[in-house]
């Protein structure tokens, strides 16, 4: 991969193009119309070109000026907040929100290199407590205490 | 005259309800909270709150807004001084002087001297917000659908010429906005677009959603990425008000920064962060104590806070009369308008007269609130400084996961956050900034729909974009603006006002 001489660029500009391409492919669908009646797919038309345009103009620049490495990605803090995240929204429902919002709040904790288990387990309770207080019992967001899987 | 007085009057029979009072001191204390916790910051603190303002009336709900905005360049500059962390980044440039202060015993100095600097610039920020506001909402009632289109053009290419990083890349982003709020039914023919097939696009994605992806967890990650171990040294305040002589020092430069702020905060892509960077170069430049700046210098703390508040004021003004967003906090409250089932743009400020003028004199109550909230009570924020981030992130999480929840009631946006999340780091680490997408993801839906009205009118000709003084105007300085980045010397410039930040 030595060609590539910024490396930043070049992966942006990969995204762009793909996603302007992508974009362009899914307005084909899209009536065009006229300039007149612009159709629906009229301005997703200009911009996925235009996405695209900018996409390989950072791709060529990233043969042609050097630039920064990019970082080492940090994939443990994302998998888990991310995945704490997308957890849950599995388990909301069916195991209400006080039992997730005490995963959410341990799975994420973990993700710090500073990870101690007393004051995060103290941590999750304590905004359990107080998202159940307000969120449930205040404002009143239609959510299960307990989800369907405990309560029938 | 007369005129503006009676409008006043209006803004603070509004703002004086003890319903907005409240909503006001809540907004301002949460934005100061904000502003000193570091790794938070106003945007998706903004996104964080948006659902629960839906309930609300409006005023209310921009009125709190607001003050979180405002209130959060307060906090930032207690860090900043206390703890050499700014906790915003336009409070930046205020730790290089402030700290130096605070290590030479003078903390409560350089804390007096942050809050007399942004009161005073608060207060000339409102004024000139109610000045200026009616005039250019009266000329702006005047654009067609050709001079809004051009309009947007040139705040989102201003937007990207003012802020720092890779242009390119910047454009980028904003097209990749652009190209995302196009997401859901087309309005004119019904036609789902992008929403591959699924029910939960129909309507597109909400901004909330997005914003809480990229600005909220996608900053997590980043946070976490280069965790440390901070620091709870905190200087201790004692002395808190200025001398005569230190009055005499920072009169000048409050008014310059004052000034300066309170131009680039109308300024598209503006708002606080450019405006306490500008201003310190600036003052460093003018100043007869030019040699002490780095060292403790109280006109380095008086120029960029002063700077930083009245910039995040004047904000307001292009969002307030021409329904423009100038930040990604404007681009939030403009969505808050939407939603709220106000038309942003020109006619706010008739059809809309107490909402108007009531968020005009609650920035003048909400700075007041904040001058009591931050000399008397530091010592209260001082202990909050010393919250670890570990503990912070996962609240974060908690509140971002349960407000888009609580948006359509509905796991699929949690999983679409946690998506935008991702994009939103992944982005992050090949410096393309979130905040140009954000600014094209609001403005998307409405560019395609004045281009598309423009070309009716004009029986599609689309040179009708340049013959039309006002709108030819506008593109030729957006044209401009542009060049003006590639021409060498301005670049240098432009590098220039952002290097303190390195």
Redesign the interface.
Known sequence: MAVIRNP??F??GL??LG?GLG?FH??QD??MG???????G???KV??S??GL??L??LV?SFLRPGEA??R??WR??FL??G???L???L??GAGLALS?FV??LV??Y?????RWR??LL??LG?TVF?VLV?LKG?G???PLLGSWFVR | MMELLANLALGFDTAFTLTNLLYCLAGVALGTLIGVLPGLGPVATIAMLLPVTFGLPPVSALIMLAGIYYGAQYGGSTTAILVNLPGETSSVVTALDGYQMARQGHAGKALATAAIGSFFAGTVATFLLAVFAPPLADFALKFGPAEYFSLMVLGLIASVVLAHGSLLHAIGMIVLGLLLGMMGTDINSGLPRYTFDLPELADGISFVVLAMGMFGLGEIIRNLEHEEVRSALVAKVSGLMPSKADFKRIAAPILRGTGLGALLGILPGGGAILAAFAAYSVEKKISPNAAQFGKGAIEGVAAPESANNAGAQTSFIPMLTLGIPSNPVMALMIGALIIQGIQPGPMVMTDQPALFWGIIASMWIGNLFLVILNLPLIGLWVRLITIPYRLLYPAILVFCAIGVFSINNREFDIYLMALFGLLGYIFAKLDCEPAPMLLGFILGPMMEEYLRRALLISRGDPTVLITRPISATMLALAVVALFLVLVPAFRKTREEAFQEED
């Open positions: 930043k660029d992966w942006a995204i762009y996603i974009a899914l307005a899209y009536e006229t300039a007149v009646r612009m159709g629906p009229y301005f997703p911009l996925a235009l996405l900018i996409g103009i950072a620049r990019i970082g990605l940090a803090p994302a907040v991310l704490a995240t997308v849950f929204g599995l909301v429902r919002l959410l709040v994420s904790a993700a710090s290199r500073q990870f004051p995060t941590l999750a905004l998202s969120f404002l967001i239609p959510l």
